[in-house]
């Protein structure tokens, strides 16, 4: 689960980690409060930033300065009124614009082969890291955590030497230190700070009064660990869920959408795998990965049609059952209900086996659904269905 900036930052605080003060509004009139708030208290200039779930916001016009009331007014308006990557932006970050000196990158991710924290760290701040991985590896530093010990202090000064934060080596090092504390606190995947940013605190001098601050903060919680921390919950962010997710989610079916035209609905993780595998070996492809789990009753089959046909890119749909718990009946139930509510004709293939198979053959005769005996037919029959219902 991704969570917007302002809520990544106040887990940031929540670790004791050095981010400057900030305000979400959603209009422009609660923007210019905003900023009128900073710039009395002795702001020069305000940042007003998009709070939308995607990177590169700077790039598509998403972060801009503005030095007045008005002008924090105006700019919170023409950032409200815009998409970016397709996504409206509905609500804004106001805090004091930083004075940058210099910006750095820092992450902390899970790093499965070595199985643990990996900390990523270069002086190459601000822009797009990828594309910095690609063009110098050499200029990203990288180390991981002990898993038990964490972070250590040699580790953490050496790490932040080697960044170019010599000078911000203490905080650099409790920074990096917070980071990998984030990670464990709220079993996040990945936490980034780009920029951590040197800053010139107001008022000071060319060379006085230098601070090392997180600029931008971006958090990725771990779904499955979610039940861990119900308090996170409400960090998801409502407005960016797409609907289908959000119906998977509440019928707790495993679902990722993909770009093909083959509706895939399986019961297992590993049989999904090896049904999309299938698809794509009769030439087709899969329009989704869909668990409906163990044990699914009638209701949860109509559930995982809906967000299957919920893709207008569905032009035939491959149901792929393995009886165990799983009662072969009560999906081919599932499915007659599911077809009798469905509002667009959708060619379907249906393989059951195991558990009240024969049974669940007998019903879906009867509704006249195309059945199959083996997955490579059932395959087969989805790819022909759906070339037929394309041309
Ligand atoms: P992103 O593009 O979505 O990653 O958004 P960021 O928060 O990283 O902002 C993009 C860029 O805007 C940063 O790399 C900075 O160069 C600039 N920026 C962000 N905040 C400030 C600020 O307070 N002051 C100044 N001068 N620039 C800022
Ligand atoms: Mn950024």
Redesign the pocket.
Known sequence: MKIQ?ADAKALLVGQGLPV?GWEVARTTAEARAAAERFLRSGAD?V?I??QVL???????G??K?AGSADEAEAVAGQILGMEIKGIPVRKVLV??????VK?FYLSAVVDRAARRILLMGSAE???EIEQVAVDQPEAIRRTHAHPYLGLLDHQARQFAFSMGLGAHWKTAAQIARGLVATMLAHDADLVEI??L?I?RDPGADRHGGERLVC??A?ITLDDSALARHPGLEELRDPDEEDPADREARKAAISFIKLDGTIGCMVNGAGLAMTTMDLVKRAGGEPANFLDIGGGARADKVAAAMRIILSDPKVSAILVNIFGGITRGDEVAHGLIEARRQQERDVPMVVRIVGTNAPEADVLLREARFETAGSLDEAAAKAVAASRGAVA
């Open positions: 900036e400057p200039r940042v930033k998009a995607v990177g590169g916001r700077g790039k598509a998403g972060v300065l805090a004091e614009a930083a004075d940058i910006e701040g601000g822009v780009n920029p940013a800053i600029l931008d971006k």
